[in-house]
Every structure is written in structure tokens, then in C-alpha cells.
């Protein structure tokens, strides 16, 4: 109740709401992205195929699912401040440990717990910007916080890189360092007060988990998310690799590349959530076909690239491009679904884009490995998830 009477008054809390978001999303965004160039040195260090270094990648995301809808339904239980805080310490533990491993097996495991970490993160960031903002501001919020997967990715491939390219190990030493700050960040700039309004909200309107999960709107976008998210972490997961591979880069090389694909990406993501705001309100669907098919050209240009400029531009655009379908999807639940579900829904959806997540980094290296390292049938596999998803969206009801 009181929250309705102070909200008109929070716009410098929801400031710094925002931020503390963006700096927390931002971390984890370049831990995700960071692990695409730290297999390059991993693998050449421990004699790892594609497979192999695909099933590190792929064990983050098989964890981060599992956790999807536990951390939603959790931040609706207890409070998004509460999983956020979990979520960001155990993250710092697993990017120190990772720094310490010396086998697969042990790549394999920290990188799952890591994925547990990571796994509350999402579903609890938009239970706090559906606590803090109008639902009609809802939407520019989320996609204002997406922007961070090419902050994320900058930092990623310009100082991720070049520490990496010195001593892989120091990278995540570095990368743990950084989820403490994030850590303080949101501990001293989120507001303390949501697990009661949470309460208080769970009291009037107590909708079943059940109830959330049989939503046919809530089912089609987990579908979509799953099939945009094979080719958004395929993209991130092998891109680096497919520039040091087909056009003989270093890591560093190839992260300057990537950081220039990564400044692509944030211009996407703000313009899908002014586009979607002010320009074509109401109209997702349509924005998400349009910018798949844009983001599907760029793939075809990668097949067909013969030199590295083609393959630059190519990857800016399929870059660019993805994002702005992902975030499109990825903020339609704050328009469609109610404040009270909002957690668990957010939950379930991102556990279908971490399930495309999961199947990725392991298919894509098989495909790759099975091509003889060519890249072309991946790319091929990319294009058709990626439409698939986005014809997909025609299903759900707006």
C-alpha cells in the first residue's frame, strides 16, 4: 500500500536502481562472454578439442537453467535483492576458482557452479524493475538494462582479452575482483524494502506456480527464447574462435573485433527499447521478424565471407541484430504478464533461453568439429533457429 503513495516520488531511487542493475548484469554478461576467449589459451594449454571446450561452455548453461525458475520463484518469495546479492557472491567465488583449475573435469564443474550463480540473476532483476516502475516504463527499463550484454562484451574483449592473452588465470582473478564491486553496488544502491512489498502484493493476489507454468504466452516465449539463445550464445560462445581460426587472429585480434561487434550490440538494444516504446508500441512481433531476418543476412554474409572485412561487418550486423531480437523477447513479459507473476514467468522463459544456452557451445563445436573446423555449417544451423524463433512469436497472444 504505501509503496503506491512513494512511487510518483522515486525516480532518483529508480536511478540508482538502474544502475546498480546494469553494473551487476554488466559483470555477468562479461563473465559469460569472457569464457569464449579463455578457451582459446584452456584449450591450446590442456590439448582440448572443440567438443571438449564446448562442454565447458555448455555445463554453465545446463546449470543456469536448472536455476531459472528457482531464483524466479524465490525472488517472488523473499525479494530480488536478497538472490541478486546470493547470485553476484557466489559468481565472485566460482570466477576465483576458475582461475585455480588445472583439468576438464574441473573446467567443467566450477563452470557449472558458476551457472547455479548466475542462475538468479535475471528472473530477480525483473521482479525489481516490475517493484520499482510503472508498467508502462517497464519495458524501456529491461531493454535499458540488455544494454549491458554489449557493455559486458566490451569489457570482455578489450580488457577480458588482453589480461587473457598475458595469462588466462589472471583474467579470472580479475573477473572475481569485479563481482565484489558489483556485489557492493547493489547491497548500498538497491532499495531494502522489497521482500515486504512483496508480501504484501502475494497476500492480495495469490496466483499458484501452476497457474504461471500452463500460460500459453508464458510456454511460446520459453520456446522462442530457447531458439534465439542458440544463436546469441552460439555467436558468443564461437565467434572469437571462428575469427582466430579462419582468419589466423590472435585473441586479442580478435576481441577488438568482438568489442566492435559488442558497441553494436548496446546500440541495438537501446534502439529496440526506444523503437518498441515510442515508435512501434504494441508491436513485437513484427519487430522481432523484421530484425531476425536482418540479423540472418549477417550470418549469410559470415558464410560467405572471404575476407576479413566482409567477416567484420558481418559479424557487426548479425550481432547488432541478434540482440535487438533477444531483447525484444526478453522484455515482452513486462508487458504481457502481471506484477505478481512476473518472477516466476521471467523464471521459466530464461530458463528456455538458457536451455539454447546449454545446447550451443556443445552442438556448435560438434557441428564444427565434425565439418573438419569449418564454420559454415554451424552458421547454416544459427540462421534457421533463429528464424524459427522469431515466426514462432506469431503464436503468442498479446
Known amino acids: 500500500m ?3 503513495t512513494t512511487k510518483p516520488k522515486m525516480s532518483a531511487k529508480n536511478i540508482k536502481v538502474i544502475t546498480a542493475l546494469m553494473i551487476g548484469y554488466t559483470m555477468v554478461y562479461m563473465d559469460k562472454t569472457m569464457v569464449s576467449t579463455a578457451v582459446i589459451p584452456i584449450a591450446k594449454d590442456f590439448n582440448l578439442t572443440t567438443t571438449q571446450t564446448g562442454f565447458i561452455m555448455s555445463a554453465f548453461f545446463l546449470a543456469y537453467s536448472c536455476m531459472q525458475i528457482p531464483g524466479g520463484w524465490l525472488a517472488d518469495k523473499i525479494g530480488a535483492k536478497k538472490i541478486l546479492l546470493i547470485s553476484l557472491a557466489s559468481i565472485a567465488v566460482t570466477s576465483y576458482l576458475f582461475g585455480f583449475a588445472s583439468s576438464l573435469l574441473l573446467f567443467i564443474a566450477i563452470r557449472f557452479l558458476a551457472g547455479l550463480g548466475h542462475g538468479g540473476y535475471p ?25 549491458t550484454t554489449g557493455i559486458g562484451g566490451i569489457l570482455a574483449y578489450t580488457l577480458g582479452a588482453n589480461v587473457i592473452s598475458a595469462n588466462w588465470r589472471y583474467g579470472y582473478y580479475m573477473l572475481g575482483t569485479l563481482f565484489l564491486v558489483a556485489f557492493l553496488c547493489v547491497l548500498f544502491m538497491l532499495p531494502n524494502d522489497s521482500g515486504e512489498v512483496r508480501t504484501e502484493v502475494k497476500i492480495q493476489k495469490k496466483l499458484p506456480f501452476s497457474q504461471t507454468i500452463k500460460n500459453r504466452s508464458v510456454i511460446l516465449i520459453f520456446v522462442i527464447l530457447l531458439l534465439e539463445n542458440i544463436v546469441t550464445y552460439g555467436a558468443m560462445s564461437w565467434m ?16 577488438a573485433i568482438m568489442a566492435v561487434s559488442a558497441i553494436m550490440q548496446i546500440l541495438g538494444s537501446l534502439g529496440t527499447g526506444i523503437i518498441l516504446t515510442r515508435v512501434m508500441a504494441g508491436k513485437q512481433k513484427q519487430f522481432i521478424i523484421s530484425s531476425a531476418i536482418i540479423a540472418v543476412l549477417g550470418i549469410v554474409g559470415l558464410i560467405l565471407a572471404k575476407t576479413l572485412i566482409v567477416a567484420i561487418i558481418s559479424v557487426a550486423i548479425s550481432g547488432m541484430f541478434i540482440v535487438s531480437t533477444f531483447a525484444a523477447t526478453a522484455s515482452w513479459p513486462q508487458r504481457i504478464f502481471p506484477e505478481e507473476i512476473i518472477g516466476s514467468a521471467s523464471g521459466i522463459v530464461g530458463t528456455g533461453g538458457t536451455l539454447g544456452g546449454f545446447i550451443a557451445p556443445m552442438l556448435i563445436g560438434s557441428i564444427v568439429q565434425q565439418s573438419g573446423g569449418n564454420f559454415a555449417n554451424a552458421f547454416i544451423f544459427m540462421a534457421i533457429s533463429l528464424l524459427l524463433g522469431a515466426f514462432t512469436s506469431l503464436l503468442v497472444k498479446d
Open 240 to 255: 572469437p574462435s571462428y575469427l582466430t581460426h579462419t582468419f589466423d587472429l590472435s585473441v586479442a585480434q580478435a576481441g
Open 2 to 4: 504505501g509503496k503506491e
Open 123 to 147: 528472473p530477480s532483476t525483473s521482479k525489481a524493475i516490475a517493484e520499482n516502475f510503472d508498467p508502462t516504463k517497464r519495458v524501456m527499463a529491461q531493454s535499458g538494462i540488455l544494454t
